[in-house]
């Protein structure tokens, strides 16, 4: 019977093409602004993927996210060391200054400073200049995307100046970083460097970058630091995910992209529901015949699921596919849009669509189930 | 009893059918009495709302009548469970409908492909059985025509190729003529009678069209559910 019920949905071509793309266009909404989601949530941890080297990240019990820096004192760093299983521990510092420009014009910059002697969390992607120069005098290192927000009509270049707290910052490298959600630039110097370049503080150590003995795991190491200084001690896996709570805890983003992908789901089902009845209706007294020639309702089920499945295939198909194509094509072109597809986007649009999919044909399902054959004697 | 003394193929015995219930009901059929016979055309004529379509649908065993027997084929379809009866129509009945029924989609072959794919054939199998069927009845060059590419009678062909395929016993008509000039009429009609001879099959027609009563071996006349008058046609022909 199978091909039987394929050969009905694809013969009339108006009405498979009205189910598939109204579940193409769920599909579409769903994924993309599913992966747009994600690639926002990305952002908001990406700086903590970009400080690489280390396991553990220590820092104020009362850090909610990423961008909440609650200083620590100097004597916290020697804490942590001094825990057992902890082989090292370094000093960062993560602020936000506004940098001055030749032109007189100001930008909020977000200030990364790393461990004068051995640089961990310095950038992992390099496109000009040498990490170590971070050493010189005032030098720094600004993301390819910061450079280009700061001075948008000229080429990247190493040796371009420009001032922070009234100290002059010299560029010695270009580096590519994770896109930060402020969508300021970023820049890595060294601790004392970056101290300079805020005003001063009491307390300056934003985070202890910390790496575990080899012989425990770094959960445990983690939970000795918490238990014998009182700081919190996170993996950077955790302390993304922290991150990304507060975000979808605090803001309206998720709910926002959730009417969205909620209205794709409505509408798509609206449509693919609507126009599969409406090719249901119109084929009534074909189901009503070939039940009056001895078809099961079983048999009749069978069918109309296996026509839902097909056109939600194809949907889903053409929507991924377009959801993909777009996140590609925004990427390849430098857009600012933020577009993660993880594969559990893939699978719950698939699992939207599948529930599209058989919401939509149970009101025909329900149709024929109740139609009489006799409705083929009606003239 | 027909003239050459066989036993009905279907009988029905004081038939009742009322749809609804209390002040809404409406008795379609009261107390039908009749016997269809293996090799006859038994026409059942009469003007509309008289239970004609009410009838062969009960003994098509599409319905179930709301009180009298109905025996087709050695079996009481009067008290087979709705699924039983689907069973029975699969393999006993085939069905030759007043608008043809032919599933737009499928080419003319697939169509009378149908009943047997509704039994489990598979798709090479029933065509190969649909195609010869489909020569038999002078159609062979139609097989891959879908309806809407044939003519009136040619559809009517198909779908009485579609009745035939998986060789039922019993053949049910509805106004097989109303959608076909009068020639084209008659031919569906001699192709029904050969039908019915070749294969000792009973088969049943429900018309209004008087200019085919020749062609029925019994002409039952119906009127507000009941059956008025039982005529022996072909024999009173053959006699005069």
């Known amino acids: 019977m199978s091909w039987i019920a394929l050969k009905m949905l694809t013969g009339n071509r108006g009405k498979y093409l009205g189910i598939i793309l109204g579940i193409g266009f769920a599909s579409l909404l769903i994924a993309q602004q599913a992966s747009i989601f994600c690639g926002l949530m990305l952002q908001t941890s990406g700086q903590i993927r970009d400080i690489q080297g280390a396991d553990i990240w220590v820092m104020d019990p009362n850090v909610q996210f990423s961008d909440d820096i609650k200083p620590m004192s100097e004597n916290d760093l020697y804490r942590v060391r001094g825990v057992s299983g902890v082989s090292w521990a370094v000093r960062l510092f993560k602020g936000l200054t506004r940098s001055r420009l030749e032109d007189g014009n100001f930008q909020q910059t977000i200030l990364l400073g790393l461990d004068d002697a051995t640089l961990v969390g310095a950038p992992p992607r390099m496109l000009l200049g040498n990490i170590l120069d971070l050493r010189k005098p005032n030098a720094v290192i600004m993301d390819i995307e910061g450079y280009k927000l700061l001075w948008p009509k000229e080429e990247p270049r190493i040796g371009k100046r420009f001032e922070m707290h009234d100290k002059v910052a010299e560029i010695v490298g270009i580096c590519r970083a994770s896109r930060t959600f402020q969508t300021f630039p970023v820049v890595y110097t060294r601790y004392t460097q970056a101290l300079e370049f805020v005003p001063p503080e009491r307390k300056v150590l934003s985070f202890v970058l910390a790496q575990g003995s080899p012989d425990l795991s770094v959960t445990e190491v983690c939970q000795r630091i918490q238990e014998q200084t009182g700081l919190r001690a996170v993996t950077g896996m955790q302390f993304e995910w922290i991150t990304m709570m507060y975000f979808m805890r605090k803001t309206g983003i998720p709910f926002n992209f959730g009417i969205t992908v909620a209205l794709g789901f409505i509408v798509g089902t609206a449509i693919a529901a609507q126009t599969f009845y409406l090719f249901t209706i119109e084929n009534i007294k074909q189901y009503g015949a070939l039940k009056a020639m001895g078809a099961g309702n079983w048999s009749l089920m069978t069918m109309i699921l296996l026509q839902a499945l097909l056109v939600s295939f194809i949907g889903f198909s053409l929507g991924i596919g377009g959801a993909t194509a777009f996140g590609m094509y925004a990427n390849a072109t430098g857009s600012r849009l933020a577009f993660y597809m993880p594969m559990e986007v893939f699978i719950g649009t698939g699992l939207a669509v599948g529930a599209i999919s058989i919401l939509s044909s149970l009101l025909s399902m329900q149709r024929v189930m109740v139609v009489e054959p006799a409705v083929v004697f009606q003239g | 009893?027909?003239?050459?003394?066989?036993?009905?193929?279907?009988?029905?015995?004081?038939?009742?059918?009322?749809?609804?219930?209390?002040?809404?009901?409406?008795?379609?059929?009261?107390?039908?009495?009749?016997?269809?016979?293996?090799?006859?055309?038994?026409?059942?004529?009469?003007?509309?709302?008289?239970?004609?379509?009410?009838?062969?649908?009960?003994?098509?065993?599409?319905?179930?009548?709301?009180?009298?027997?109905?025996?087709?084929?050695?079996?009481?379809?009067?008290?087979?469970?709705?699924?039983?009866?689907?069973?029975?129509?699969?393999?006993?009945?085939?069905?030759?409908?007043?608008?043809?029924?032919?599933?737009?989609?499928?080419?003319?072959?697939?169509?009378?492909?149908?009943?047997?794919?509704?039994?489990?054939?598979?798709?090479?199998?029933?065509?190969?059985?649909?195609?010869?069927?489909?020569?038999?009845?002078?159609?062979?060059?139609?097989?891959?025509?879908?309806?809407?590419?044939?003519?009136?009678?040619?559809?009517?062909?198909?779908?009485?190729?579609?009745?035939?395929?998986?060789?039922?016993?019993?053949?049910?008509?509805?106004?097989?003529?109303?959608?076909?000039?009068?020639?084209?009429?008659?031919?569906?009609?001699?192709?029904?009678?050969?039908?019915?001879?070749?294969?000792?099959?009973?088969?049943?027609?429900?018309?209004?069209?008087?200019?085919?009563?020749?062609?029925?071996?019994?002409?039952?006349?119906?009127?507000?559910?009941?059956?008025e008058s039982t005529e022996r046609v072909r024999e009173r022909a053959l006699t005069a």
């Not at chain 2, 009901?25 to 239970?51: K, W």
């Not at chain 2, 029924?101 to 039994?119: D, G, H």
């Open chain 2, 1 to 227: 009893m027909n003239g050459n003394n066989a036993q009905p193929l279907v009988t029905c015995r004081d038939v009742v059918k009322t749809y609804g219930s209390g002040n809404a009901a409406v008795q379609a059929l009261r107390g039908v009495n009749l016997d269809v016979y293996p090799g006859e055309i038994t026409m059942l004529v009469g003007p509309s709302g008289c239970g004609k379509t009410t009838l062969i649908s009960i003994v098509a065993g599409i319905l179930r009548p709301t009180s009298g027997g109905v025996q087709a084929l050695g079996t009481e379809l009067a008290r087979m469970s709705s699924w039983r009866r689907t069973a029975f129509r699969r393999t006993n009945v085939g069905f030759v409908f007043q608008q043809f029924n032919l599933l737009p989609a499928l080419t003319a072959a697939e169509n009378a492909a149908v009943p047997l794919v509704i039994q489990g054939y598979s798709k090479r199998a029933a065509l190969r059985q649909a195609n010869e069927l489909l020569t038999k009845m002078g159609m062979a060059d139609r097989g891959d025509n879908l309806p809407g590419q044939l003519s009136g009678g040619q559809q009517q062909r198909v779908a009485i190729a579609r009745a035939l395929v998986h060789h039922p016993k019993l053949l049910v008509c509805d106004e097989p003529t109303s959608a076909l000039d009068n020639r084209t009429g008659h031919t569906i009609l001699e192709l029904l009678r050969e039908i019915a001879i070749e294969g000792d099959r009973a088969v049943m027609v429900v018309t209004h069209d008087p200019r085919i009563f020749e062609f029925a071996d019994t002409l039952a006349r119906m009127d507000d559910g009941h059956i």
